[in-house]
């Protein structure tokens, strides 16, 4: 009997990655008007960043359904296996509560986890999980040290502009407004009910990089011991580089252990090009 990992997309694993390290990523729905994709396999992410970038288009996503939860929980089930299913934050999307239900025919074969994240710090909870199961760990602890370990998750995104975010119903306009003005570069992060929070707002984005690594060591610090993660939207990854550049510091000791990747269609709708998103364990 083995343990599968189950997540989606908005964990930004790629489906190429996903398949490498044996996980099942479940893609969530992204929409430009009458247009329908699955995220990263009809719409890669630079497909969508274009269409954003040069028509000006922005889209809608949806949650994964039930029926495909639950059909992706019964061919692990049928196999003889038992799934732990990594969910984006109940606080920003529904699949959480899609997995719940899809779950509830499975009894005790299937635990559903609500990360109360998003993006590189949903990556890395996966890739934590991912772990505990080729150690040998129960599907019952692996559960527990995940449950366990969220209290030190943390993802700390810099944007561009809460304009996507806004636009998604992620924030409230009165946020998106006080993050939107001239010059500054808004950071926010998942708050403890999942939520999108404005954290702080640097003028530039040179101060806006030294408030992000302030806010990365008021939590107490990276855990280099567990995941680290990246993560970069838009077709070029020049912010997240001029971040490695200046910030060097924050990352010294932790250069071989840090994960790329770039914020995927369903993230990227409301992050907008620009943004770079850290998910890390505190210490």
């Keep these: 009997m083995a343990i599968r990992i189950i997540t989606d997309s908005g964990s930004d694993i790629k489906q190429k990655e996903a398949r490498r390290w044996n996980v099942r990523v479940l893609p969530l729905t992204?929409?430009?008007?009458?247009?329908?994709?699955?995220?990263?396999?009809?719409?890669?992410?630079?497909?969508?960043?274009?269409?954003?970038?040069?028509k000006g288009e922005i889209p809608q996503?949806?949650?994964?359904?039930?029926?495909?939860?639950?059909?992706?929980?019964?061919?692990?089930?049928?196999?003889?296996d038992e799934v732990i299913?990594?969910?984006?934050?109940?606080?920003?999307?529904?699949?959480?509560?899609?997995?719940?239900?899809?779950?509830?025919?499975?009894?005790?074969?299937v635990s559903v986890v609500d990360s109360l994240n998003v993006c590189a710090s949903q990556y890395v909870l996966v890739r934590y999980a991912r772990g505990l199961a080729h150690m040998g760990k129960s599907r019952e602890e692996i559960v527990q040290r995940l449950e366990n370990g969220k209290k030190r998750l943390h993802v700390i995104a810099f944007t561009e502009t809460l304009e996507y975010v806004a636009k998604g119903g992620r924030v409230s306009k009165?946020?998106?407004?006080?993050?939107?003005?001239?010059?500054?570069?808004?950071?926010?992060?998942?708050?403890?009910?999942?939520?999108?929070?404005?954290?702080?707002?640097?003028?530039g984005t040179a101060r806006a990089f030294k408030l992000f690594t302030k806010l990365v060591n008021k939590t107490g610090g990276i855990d280099g011991r567990l995941p680290v993660c990246i993560a970069y939207s838009g077709t070029s990854d020049s912010n997240m580089r001029a971040f490695l550049e200046q910030e060097a510091?924050?990352?010294?000791?932790?250069?071989?252990?840090?994960?790329?990747?770039?914020?995927?269609?369903?993230?990227?709708?409301?992050?907008?090009?620009?943004?770079?998103?850290?998910?890390?364990?505190?210490?």
């Design 30 to 54: 992204v929409r430009f008007g009458d247009e329908e994709f699955r995220d990263d396999i009809d719409l890669k992410a630079d497909e969508m960043y274009a269409r954003m970038e040069e």
């Design 61 to 80: 996503t949806s949650q994964v359904p039930p029926f495909n939860y639950e059909a992706a929980f019964r061919e692990a089930v049928e196999a003889g």
């Design 85 to 109: 299913c990594i969910t984006v934050s109940s606080g920003m999307s529904g699949c959480y509560q899609s997995a719940m239900l899809a779950a509830q025919e499975f009894g005790d074969r």
């Design 174 to 203: 009165a946020v998106a407004l006080a993050g939107g003005l001239l010059g500054i570069r808004p950071i926010i992060t998942a708050g403890r009910e999942g939520k999108v929070e404005l954290i702080g707002k640097g003028r």
């Design 249 to 283: 510091a924050l990352f010294e000791g932790l250069e071989d252990k840090l994960h790329v990747t770039q914020i995927g269609a369903t993230v990227g709708t409301y992050s907008g090009p620009g943004a770079i998103a850290l998910g890390f364990f505190s210490m």
